[in-house]
């Protein structure tokens, strides 16, 4: 049968399962918007309040279902504003496809009113990305986004479709959609007795996960190949959740905001085992001095990674479940029974302190995750805050903890909450923030407002931009130049005007009181909690510095005197 390009495009998206998509209309998007009208029982759409909303939404919808996310935006700056969304993907490898239009394929490079050449803007933070200026060949390019998004390595996609491709008519014929198969035809049985070797011949071994992990579902396989190498474990940012952070084994997080078990272990190790992680700067400091007295095992699935950063002495590429899978049934079980009692030794020396005296982040993180039991899922916008959370909330799942690794996205996590929320409605989703993030995204309380979606936004407000200001405090003499934002505006106010219950606290026990009553709403919350402006994240490690030179209050102290 022959319909339009704007039902060939929503018949696709219900090919590949889709059931939710995030986006903004506009004078390009009409005709696919008339068709997700006329398939509105089939197709949720979620109105955002602005274009990165909805990216991001799309983005956090991803992230805690292992979906594919869909956002939809029109022509121009509707185009343009999609883009640190999918930037923000591109850097975490988050499977996402953005659809995008533009305006008829005879006005095209002609200046014409809010076009844009968006494929050429998004080229370098995409996986790939197509322009469709005929209508033959626009079902299967939406299915090849879709196939590209969730293969190997993750990441978004961009479609540009020109208007009059959505109005054209041509024939459709349902597809089933490709099944997504693991990368496996580069795992080498060489590779993996290299480090089957390795891994015996070590006497001091440090596993070190990361996102990708997450991705190939491989969380089962990693708890089994711990046990086997008798190693503990650390974890980035983006790999949070992918070991049970209950474990004796776990030993925090790595890198500038590490644990100074982490920091330090890696430090002492003989053998350094990086699975799904690409060694960002954040998470090795100086690269010259990292892991400097031990063998580096990098798999990764994206041969780009190997020996990108640091140098490995042995690496497997391909799935991460995959290859453990094999490890798992080549390597005999180890014990480093004197190694592990030195870690013990360490997590007790340098256990992180959380003060009661009054409030403050990390006592606020410490009593959400009572307060949830452990089973939320946590979202976050980016600084400080975003540091408390993975240092003080224990994730013991995958798809648990949602925030922006790569590009530190501020204004991340409002959308992502909601779209969270939407792909895990029967879970409580909480998006911590800081009062400089809030201001970025706090329109999306209106979003979640409209729909009913019951988000808990807390707001950590020391009213100052926190992560700078703690830069400038320790690195600047304390110049504190446009980080200060006490100006009088009612975070509360706000949120009410924006329609979602609001509440400031603060004491602990007035969050406490005030969380409690957020989870008994039908729509979103906002908890302000005030807290000291000079509140710092330890430990910390200076920007370029050695991870072994990891430093808390106590060291600066001792410095001083």
Same mark, same amino acid.
């Given at each position: 049968?022959?319909?339009?390009? $704007?039902?060939?495009?929503?018949?696709?998206?219900?090919?590949?399962?889709?059931?939710?998509?995030?986006?903004?209309? @506009? @004078?390009?998007?009409?005709?696919?918007?008339?068709?997700?009208?006329?398939?509105?029982?089939?197709?949720?759409?979620?109105?955002?309040?602005?274009?990165?909303?909805?990216?991001?939404?799309?983005?956090?919808?991803?992230?805690?279902?292992?979906?594919?996310?869909?956002?939809?935006?029109?022509?121009?700056?509707?185009?343009?504003?999609?883009?640190?969304?999918?930037?923000?993907?591109?850097?975490?490898?988050?499977?996402?496809?953005?659809?995008?239009?533009?305006?008829?394929?005879?006005?095209? @490079?002609?200046?014409?009113?809010?076009?844009?050449?968006?494929?050429?803007?998004?080229?370098?933070?995409?996986?790939?990305?197509?322009?469709?200026?005929?209508?033959?060949?626009?079902?299967?390019?939406?299915?090849?986004?879709?196939?590209?998004?969730?293969?190997?390595?993750?990441?978004?996609?961009?479609?540009?479709?020109?208007?009059?491709?959505?109005?054209?008519?041509?024939?459709?014929? +349902?597809?089933?959609?490709?099944?997504?198969?693991?990368?496996?035809?580069?795992?080498?049985?060489?590779?993996?007795?290299?480090?089957?070797?390795?891994?015996?011949?070590?006497?001091?071994?440090?596993?070190?996960?990361?996102?990708?992990?997450?991705?190939?579902?491989?969380?089962?396989?990693?708890?089994?190949?711990?046990?086997?190498?008798?190693?503990?474990?650390?974890?980035?940012?983006?790999?949070?959740?992918?070991?049970?952070?209950?474990?004796? +084994?776990?030993?925090?997080?790595?890198?500038?905001?590490?644990?100074?078990?982490?920091?330090?272990?890696?430090?002492?190790?003989?053998?350094?085992?990086?699975?799904?992680?690409?060694?960002?700067?954040?998470?090795?400091?100086?690269?010259?001095?990292?892991?400097?007295?031990?063998?580096?095992?990098?798999?990764?699935?994206?041969? $780009?990674?190997?020996?990108?950063?640091?140098?490995?002495?042995?690496?497997?590429?391909?799935?991460?479940?995959?290859?453990?899978?094999?490890?798992?049934?080549?390597?005999?079980?180890?014990?480093?029974?004197?190694?592990? #009692?030195?870690?013990?030794?360490?997590?007790?020396? +340098?256990?992180?302190?959380?003060?009661?005296?009054?409030?403050?982040?990390?006592?606020?993180?410490?009593?959400?995750?009572?307060?949830?039991?452990?089973?939320?899922?946590?979202?976050?916008?980016?600084?400080?805050?975003?540091?408390?959370?993975?240092?003080?909330?224990?994730?013991?799942?995958?798809?648990?903890?949602?925030?922006?690794?790569?590009?530190?996205?501020?204004?991340?996590?409002? @959308?992502? #909450?909601?779209?969270?929320?939407?792909?895990?409605?029967?879970?409580?989703?909480?998006?911590?923030?800081?009062?400089?993030?809030?201001?970025?995204?706090?329109?999306?309380?209106?979003?979640?407002?409209?729909?009913?979606?019951?988000?808990?936004?807390?707001?950590?407000?020391?009213?100052?931009?926190?992560?700078?200001?703690?830069?400038?405090?320790?690195?600047?003499?304390?110049?504190?130049?446009?980080?200060?934002?006490?100006?009088?505006?009612?975070?509360?106010?706000?949120?009410?005007?924006?329609?979602?219950?609001?509440?400031?606290?603060?004491?602990?026990?007035?969050?406490?009181?005030?969380?409690?009553?957020?989870?008994?709403?039908?729509?979103?919350?906002?908890?302000?909690?005030?807290?000291?402006?000079?509140?710092?994240?330890?430990?910390?490690?200076?920007?370029?510095?050695?991870?072994?030179?990891?430093?808390?209050?106590?060291?600066?102290?001792?410095?001083?005197?």
């Amino acid at each position: 049968m022959n319909i339009s390009g $704007a039902e060939i495009i929503v018949e696709c998206l219900k090919e590949q399962g889709v059931e939710t998509v995030f986006g903004y209309p @506009g @004078g390009t998007a009409l005709n696919v918007y008339d068709a997700l009208y006329k398939h509105q029982d089939e197709i949720n759409h979620i109105l955002t309040s602005h274009e990165q909303g909805a990216a991001h939404a799309a983005d956090g919808y991803a992230r805690a279902t292992g979906k594919t996310g869909v956002c939809f935006a029109t022509s121009g700056p509707g185009a343009t504003n999609l883009v640190t969304g999918i930037a923000t993907a591109y850097m975490d490898s988050i499977p996402m496809v953005a659809i995008t239009c533009n305006v008829n394929v005879s006005m095209l @490079g002609k200046d014409t009113f809010q076009e844009i050449d968006i494929a050429g803007v998004t080229m370098p933070i995409t996986k790939h990305n197509f322009i469709v200026k005929d209508i033959k060949v626009l079902a299967d390019t939406v299915r090849r986004a879709f196939e590209i998004a969730a293969s190997g390595r993750p990441g978004p996609v961009l479609i540009d479709v020109a208007k009059d491709v959505t109005a054209d008519t041509h024939s459709y014929t +349902y597809k089933e959609p490709k099944e997504i198969l693991p990368v496996t035809d580069t795992i080498r049985e060489s590779d993996i007795d290299k480090v089957a070797e390795l891994i015996e011949k070590s006497k001091k071994p440090f596993v070190f996960v990361g996102g990708g992990i997450i991705s190939s579902g491989a969380e089962e396989e990693l708890a089994e190949f711990v046990k086997l190498v008798d190693a503990p474990v650390c974890d980035t940012l983006m790999g949070k959740g992918a070991f049970d952070e209950t474990s004796p +084994y776990f030993t925090g997080m790595v890198g500038m905001h590490g644990t100074k078990t982490t920091n330090f272990g890696i430090s002492k190790c003989d053998l350094l085992m990086v699975i799904g992680a690409r060694f960002s700067d954040r998470d090795t400091g100086n690269t010259r001095s990292f892991a400097k007295g031990a063998k580096i095992v990098h798999i990764d699935i994206d041969p $780009a990674e190997i020996n990108k950063n640091i140098k490995a002495n042995a690496s497997i590429i391909g799935d991460a479940k995959e290859i453990l899978k094999r490890l798992n049934e080549k390597i005999e079980q180890q014990t480093h029974k004197e190694w592990l #009692a030195e870690i013990k030794d360490a997590k007790k020396k +340098y256990a992180l302190k959380v003060s009661d005296k009054k409030l403050n982040g990390p006592q606020i993180i410490e009593k959400l995750y009572d307060l949830t039991k452990g089973d939320a899922v946590i979202v976050t916008d980016v600084g400080q805050h975003q540091m408390w959370a993975a240092q003080h909330y224990k994730f013991t799942k995958p798809r648990t903890l949602i925030t922006s690794g790569g590009l530190g996205t501020m204004g991340y996590g409002l @959308g992502a #909450a909601i779209g969270a929320k939407v792909g895990a409605p029967d879970k409580t989703v909480v998006n911590i923030a800081g009062d400089g993030c809030f201001r970025m995204n706090l329109n999306e309380l209106a979003t979640a407002s409209r729909y009913g979606i019951p988000v808990i936004e807390i707001v950590i407000n020391n009213h100052v931009l926190g992560m700078v200001r703690q830069w400038q405090t320790l690195f600047y003499d304390k110049r504190y130049s446009q980080t200060i934002l006490d100006d009088g505006v009612d975070f509360v106010k706000v949120s009410e005007g924006l329609g979602a219950k609001a509440f400031r606290v603060k004491t602990i026990e007035e969050f406490e009181k005030a969380f409690e009553n957020a989870l008994k709403q039908k729509g979103p919350s906002m908890i302000e909690c005030l807290i000291d402006e000079d509140d710092k994240v330890f430990p910390m490690v200076s920007p370029g510095g050695n991870i072994s030179e990891a430093f808390d209050e106590s060291d600066l102290k001792k410095k001083k005197s």
